[in-house]
C-alpha cells in the first residue's frame, strides 16, 4: 500500500526507491496468515507471563514487523518468510532462515532500537533476528524488565537453568506456607472444605449516631447457571450481619447515593459525605471454599482485636529481618484516573490490608533468602536472574491480592486491580489464600513463570538496554539501520502510576540486584510521554506538552537513524486531539510517511469477538527522512488524495482479511493522517478541521466511526 501515500510525490519515490524494504510491500499478506493466531491467550508460550507490564504487543506481530522494517529484500520469498514467522512462536529453522535473509542486505551487523521499550518484546524479537538491538525506556520498570529477559539470562552459564528455577520457586513457595500457615485458618485440610478466597468490605461508623454499617456496593458471590447466590447484607445496632441468598434479581440495597461520595446511615438517616478508608474497619464477609467439585460460600467469622496485632507484630519482624520500611510513596490524587487516593489509600503499603500486607513482606523475605542462596550454591548471575524472574510472584500478589481485587461473580474468579487505563476503587475486594489451589494463587503462578522462563531462547547475543529518555536518546548521529517502536498512544494508559504499585514492593527485594534502578522510592514520570491534565495544569496544556515532547522524540530518532534507515512507528488512537498529535509531531521533523501499514493486535477468533466485533488495531506508520522541506497544501488537495485511498482496494483489502468496518475506518484516518502529516499546513485551515472532514468522509462508508471530540485526560 505504499503507493497510496507516494504516488503524487516524486520526492517520497526518490527517498523509497534508494532505501527499499520489505516493509514497502505491504503488511496484509502477515494479516491473512496470522488471523487465527491467538498468542494473546496462550499462557506461558512467552514472556509475557513472568512480569506485569501494560499493552504488550504479541511477539509474533512485532517479530514480522521488525523482519519486514530490516529486510531489504522485496522478493516472493522474503515476503512468504514475513508471513511465515507470524504463524509460530517458537520454529528454530525457519527463525535461523529469517537471520541469513537479513543478513544478506548489509555489510555489517544491522542496528536497532525500539526508543520505547515497555516490556521488551519489540528488542527481543529483534536480537531472535541476529539484529544488534538497542533499548531504552524512562522507566525504571521498564528497563529492569527488559534486563532480566535480554541481558541476565545471557550471563548464565549453566545447562539445567530451568530445573533451577524450577527448585528455587517451590523452595520459595514452600518456605512461604511455612511462614503464613498461622495466618489463614483450614489451609491444610485435606480433600474439601479448603478456604481459598475471602471476601472483605468495609464497615463504616455513622458520625451521627455512631452505629456502624456496610459501605458494599456489590453483592453477587456467584452468576455461574444454577447458582445465582448474592450477600443479604442486614444492618444491625452492634454492625452489618452477612447470609448468603439464591436469588435471580437481588434487591438493590446499598446505602450509597448514586454516582456520588455520600452514604446514608441505615440507622439515623444521616448524611454522610467524604468516605475514607482511615475511618473505616476492614470487615470480612464471606469465605471461599474449595469444595471437591467447584466452590461454596460461607459466612466468614471476623477476626478479632488479638488477631490483628499479631500481624503488626509479625510486619514488624519482617521489615527488620528485610532491614527495610513500609513503603511511603504516595498514590496521585487524580479522580477518573486514581480514585483509591481519594478514598484515603495514601500509599502504596495502604494498598494491602494488614494480613496481604505481612503475606507480601513474607513473600519477599523468602526471596531474599533465596537469593543469598543461590549465590553461595551457584554465582551471582544466576542468582540475579532467577531471583529476578521470581520476582514475578510479587507482581501477583500486588495485582491480585490487594484491595483493589475485586471477586468476579460469572465466573466465580478474582479480577486484577492494575489492568489499566487507570486504578479503580472498590469497596468490595478478594483477598486470596497465597499457597492454595484457588483463583489467582502463586503456585499457579509460578508454573506461568517456568512456562514463560523456558520459552525465552538464548538468544545469539546479549541486548543493549538503557534508562534513558526518547526525548534525549544516548546515541550518535546515523547510528541505526530500523527503529521500530510502539509509544504511548496519547493518554491510554498511565504507565508510571500503575507501574509504582510494583515498584515500590518490589524495590525492597530488588535495589539488591539493581540498585541504581531501584534507588529511589517511585519511578520518575518527568520524562514519560503522556498527555496528562493533572500534570500540566490542563487539558489544552496536556495536548501541548505531549505534542512537543513527541516532537522531540521523533527530531532525535531523525537524528540517529541512518541516511537509508526506515522507522516503523506503530500508533492509535479514539481521538481527533490523539491523531492531530501524530501531524504535530512528525511535521517539525525531517521525518516523512511512506506508508501506513494496518496491523491488528487481536485476532476476529478471540473469544470477546463472539459478542463484539471490537479488535485491539493499531497502525504501523512507515516513515524516512527527508532532506526536503515541507510545503503547504490545500484542503481541497487533502481530500482529492484522501478520496483516491477511499476508492482503491485498501479498504477492500482489509474486509477480506477479516477487519469489521470500525477498524477499517480506523485504517483510512491514518491514511490521513499521514497525508496531512507530510505537509508544512493546511492554507487557512487548522489540522483538526482537516481531519474532522477527512472523517466526515469516512463516516459515509463506515456510518458507526466516530471519533472523540473531547480534550486529554
Not at 42 to 61: D, F, K, L, Q
Not at 213 to 233: D, P, T
Request: aromatic share 8%; with cysteine; hydrophobic share 35%.
Amino acid at each position: 500500500m505504499t503507493e497510496l501515500i507516494i504516488e503524487s510525490c516524486p520526492e517520497l519515490c526518490r527517498i523509497v526507491k534508494n532505501s527499499k524494504r520489505l516493509i514497502d510491500t505491504g503488511l496484509l499478506h502477515h494479516e491473512a496468515s496470522v488471523a487465527g493466531n491467538l498468542e494473546r491467550y496462550r499462557r506461558g508460550e512467552t514472556s509475557h507471563t513472568i512480569h506485569v507490564w501494560w499493552a504488550r504487543r504479541p511477539h509474533v506481530a512485532m517479530r514480522s514487523l521488525t523482519y519486514a522494517t530490516v529486510c531489504k529484500s522485496l522478493s516472493n520469498s522474503n515476503i512468504e518468510m514475513m508471513s511465515e514467522l507470524s504463524l509460530s512462536y517458537s520454529d528454530e529453522d525457519l527463525i535461523a532462515k529469517a537471520r541469513k535473509k537479513i543478513i544478506k542486505g548489509y555489510k555489517e551487523r544491522s542496528k536497532f532500537l525500539d526508543m520505547f521499550g515497555g516490556g521488551g518484546t519489540i528488542p527481543y524479537e529483534a536480537l531472535n533476528l541476529g539484529l544488534d538491538s538497542y533499548s531504552i525506556d524512562s522507566n525504571e520498570l521498564s528497563v529492569f524488565i527488559q534486563k532480566a529477559n535480554l541481558q541476565y539470562l545471557h550471563d548464565v552459564d549453566i545447562e539445567n537453568l530451568g530445573e533451577v528455577l524450577k527448585q528455587s520457586g517451590e523452595r520459595v513457595l514452600s518456605e512461604l506456607k511455612k511462614e503464613t500457615d498461622e495466618l489463614f485458618p483450614r489451609r491444610n485440610l485435606k480433600g474439601h472444605g479448603q478456604i481459598i478466597n475471602y471476601l472483605w468490605t468495609y464497615a463504616y461508623p455513622c458520625t451521627s449516631c455512631g452505629k456502624e454499617f456496610s459501605l458494599s456496593k456489590r453483592f453477587w458471590l456467584s452468576k455461574k447457571k444454577g447458582k445465582n447466590l448474592y450477600i443479604k447484607v442486614t444492618e444491625t445496632a452492634s454492625g452489618p450481619l452477612f447470609e448468603t441468598r439464591k436469588c435471580e434479581n437481588p434487591l438493590e440495597q446499598t446505602n450509597w447515593a448514586k454516582r456520588e461520595n455520600k452514604v446514608e446511615c441505615p440507622h439515623c438517616n444521616s448524611e454522610i459525605k467524604d468516605i475514607s478508608i482511615k475511618k473505616a474497619r476492614d470487615i470480612l464477609a464471606i469465605e471461599v471454599v474449595k469444595e471437591k467439585t467447584g466452590k461454596s460460600f460461607q459466612v466468614a467469622d471476623n477476626p478479632n482485636g488479638p488477631f490483628y496485632k499479631h500481624l503488626n507484630r509479625l510486619e514488624e519482624k519482617y521489615l527488620k529481618e528485610l532491614d527495610e520500611e513500609l513503603p511511603k510513596s504516595k498514590l496521585p490524587k487524580w479522580s477518573g484516573i486514581v480514585n483509591p487516593a481519594l478514598y484515603g489509600i495514601d500509599t502504596h503499603a495502604d494498598i494491602f490490608n494488614p494480613r496481604q500486607r505481612v503475606v507480601c513482606l513474607a513473600l519477599l523475605k523468602c526471596l531474599k533468602d533465596e537469593y543469598e542462596r543461590l549465590i553461595a550454591k551457584q554465582n551471582r548471575p544466576t542468582a540475579k536472574y532467577i531471583i529476578s524472574v521470581l520476582s514475578g510472584l510479587v507482581d501477583q500478589l500486588v495485582d491480585w491480592n490487594c484491595r483493589m481485587s475485586m471477586w468476579i461473580s460469572q465466573n466465580e474468579q478474582v479480577g486484577r486491580a492494575f489492568c489499566g487505563p487507570g486504578i479503580s476503587m472498590y469497596w468490595d475486594y478478594n483477598e486470596t489464600d497465597p499457597v492454595a489451589e484457588g483463583p489467582s494463587n502463586l503456585n499457579s503462578k509460578l508454573r506461568r513463570i517456568i512456562e514463560g522462563a523456558k520459552a525465552i531462547k538464548r538468544l545469539p547475543r546479549k541486548g543493549h538496554v538503557e534508562h534513558a529518555s526518547a526525548q534525549s536518546l544516548p546515541f550518535k548521529d546515523n547510528t541505526f539501520d530500523a527503529i521500530v517502536t510502539d509509544p504511548p498512544y496519547y493518554d491510554n494508559i498511565f504507565y508510571t502510576i500503575l507501574a509504582d504499585n510494583f515498584f515500590a514492593w518490589k524495590r525492597l527485594l530488588l535495589k539488591h540486584i539493581e540498585p541504581n534502578l531501584f534507588a529511589n522510592e517511585s519511578t520518575n514520570f518527568n520524562h514519560e510521554l503522556v498527555a496528562s491534565s493533572k500534570r500540566s495544569g490542563g487539558g489544552k496544556k496536556a495536548h501541548s506538552d505531549y505534542c512537543e515532547n513527541l516532537n522531540k522524540a521523533i527530531n532525535e530518532a531523525s537524528r540517529v537513524l541512518k541516511d537509508d534507515g526506515v522507522m516503523s512507528f506503530v500508533y492509535s488512537h479514539s481521538s481527533i486531539l490523539g491523531w492531530e498529535a501524530i501531524i504535530r509531531s512528525f511535521r517539525y521533523s525531517p521525518m516523512i510517511f511512506t506508508s501506513v501499514q494496518p496491523l491488528s493486535i487481536e485476532r476476529k477468533h478471540r473469544p470477546r469477538a463472539m459478542k463484539s466485533d471490537a479488535v485491539n488495531t493499531c497502525m504501523a506508520f512507515i516513515a524516512r527522512n527527508s532532506k526536503k522541506e515541507k510545503k503547504s497544501t490545500t484542503l481541497e488537495k487533502v481530500i482529492f488524495a484522501f478520496r483516491k485511498i477511499m476508492k482503491s482496494d485498501f479498504p477492500i483489502s482489509l474486509k477480506d482479511a477479516g477487519w469489521c468496518d470500525e477498524d477499517i475506518a480506523i485504517g483510512l484516518m491514518a491514511h490521513g493522517v499521514a497525508i496531512i502529516s507530510n505537509v508544512s499546513g493546511i492554507e487557512n485551515t487548522e489540522d483538526v478541521v482537516g481531519l474532522i472532514k477527512i472523517e466526515n468522509l469516512i463516516r459515509e462508508k463506515f456510518p458507526n466511526f466516530k471519533l472523540n471530540k473531547r480534550m486529554s485526560i
